[in-house]
């Protein structure tokens, strides 16, 4: 194990990502909220994981999980390793997962670790933190990953300890410009959130290459998830059967390309039904939200329910169907479909009881179950439930 993902919110659509990405046997998980991977950090393209918030360097596995013990080994180790960085002040935070210790704890030890490095004429800064871990907004205001600057992520695994350094963490701010900076938005047809759709994207491939590939968004609404195939290198191609839709993907991708100067530098947004339209362009997956349907801000009422289902199911098969003739066995996407929550459970799409006889199967993660893969907010009637089909 030479790194450690520390996942997001939802851990299974994190775990999954990665899993499609760098393969069953490179992966470890953890604890819920984080996974081993037998990759150096350097080999991660870490900018593009929409589900991994931190990722750490492994630097030394410690066989204890007593803090005394742990506090020991820090105190008498970082002021060598202080030694090998540039001058200037050293700014260091600690973040603990799964230890049983207590904030008030992690900042005397902080503190122990600042006071003996400090006996070295080396000035020292120790972000104060009122939880056991840093979130991510914490690690990038305070600059942690720099070079004269350390998080020191503690990590319990079985009886051991995993000590690791965080090398990246998620630039909330840059997500934050890529999704509300954006110059065409449209809450009627849903807000994917930009590290949404990166684990859509990264579901609908097999490994890392962006190089000659293209990205298929058959219902691109606003654009966002051609927005992120651009950045990660892909080449990107929209389709969309409103014209209002064409014109805010195109607006968006200028923007974005403006803004950001992606690596993927092909693109092209054209009007189509994705229920039947052919496809004129080659592709190598496809990664989209479908269509949700009739947002609800309240559990609708079981017949309304059932009216809603029914038609959003028909676009789905045909959808399916469409795909289906214009692709090759062992063609690869990854869709985003509606999954309704309600007091008496979540509810599918019945086409998912289909998808045999519709020419696909339902590509099945080792560490994370299918029923985990949907991205929901507490309150929202609508989720989003990931499928990651391969054409049979």
């Known amino acids: 194990m030479q790194s450690i993902a520390i996942l997001g919110r939802q851990p299974a659509l994190g775990i999954a990502e990665l899993e499609s990405l760098f393969g069953t046997d490179s992966l470890t998980p953890l604890l819920p909220h984080a996974a081993g991977l037998d990759l150096a950090t350097t080999d991660i393209p870490f900018s593009r994981l929409g589900g991994t918030v931190k990722l750490a360097k492994v630097l030394t596995i410690l066989d204890t999980t ?40 992690l900042l005397a030890t902080g503190l122990s670790i600042k006071k003996t490095i400090r006996a070295t004429d080396r000035p020292v800064r120790l972000v104060p933190n009122p939880e056991t871990a840093l979130s991510s907004a914490q690690v990038v205001h305070n600059r942690l990953t720099d070079e004269r600057a350390w998080e020191l992520i503690l990590l319990r695994h079985g009886a051991q300890t995993i000590l690791a350094q ?27 959130p930009p590290k949404l759709a990166q684990i859509i994207i990264n579901l609908s491939v097999h490994d890392t290459e ?15 998830v051609l927005q992120e195939a651009q950045l990660m290198g892909f080449d990107a191609y929209g389709t969309d059967l409103e014209p209002r839709m064409v014109e805010y993907s195109q607006a968006n991708i200028k923007w974005s390309q403006d803004t950001f100067q992606p690596v993927g530098t092909g693109w092209r947004v054209e009007q189509g039904d994705a229920t039947h339209a052919e496809c004129p362009h080659r592709y190598n997956s496809i990664a989209c939200e479908t269509y949700l349907g009739q947002p609800f801000s309240a559990e609708p009422t079981p017949d309304k329910l059932s009216q809603v289902m029914r038609d959003v199911d028909t676009i789905h098969r045909k959808f399916l169907q469409n795909v289906t003739r214009q692709t090759q066995p062992g063609f690869r996407m ?46 929202q009637v609508v989720g989003r439930e990931l499928l990651v089909l391969e054409k049979r």
């Open 210 to 224: 962006t190089r000659q590939r293209t990205i298929l968004d058959p219902f691109c609404g606003t654009g966002v």
């Open 334 to 379: 990854c869709i985003a479909v509606p999954a309704w929550h309600t007091a008496r459970g979540v509810k599918h799409l019945k086409t998912l009881e289909n998808l045999a006889e519709l020419g696909y199967t339902r590509m099945e993660f080792a560490h994370a179950r299918s029923d985990k893969l949907i991205y929901h907010r507490e309150g």
């Open 66 to 105: 007593a803090w005394t013990d742990i506090q020991d080994f820090l105190v008498n180790t970082t002021p060598e390793h202080a030694e090998k960085l540039p001058e200037g002040k050293l700014t260091i935070g600690l973040s603990a997962y799964g230890l049983r210790v207590s904030p008030k704890q």
């Open 166 to 192: 965080t090398t990246a963490v998620q630039d909330i701010d840059n997500y934050t410009e890529r999704d509300r900076g954006r110059p065409k938005r449209d809450a009627r047809v849903g807000m994917l």
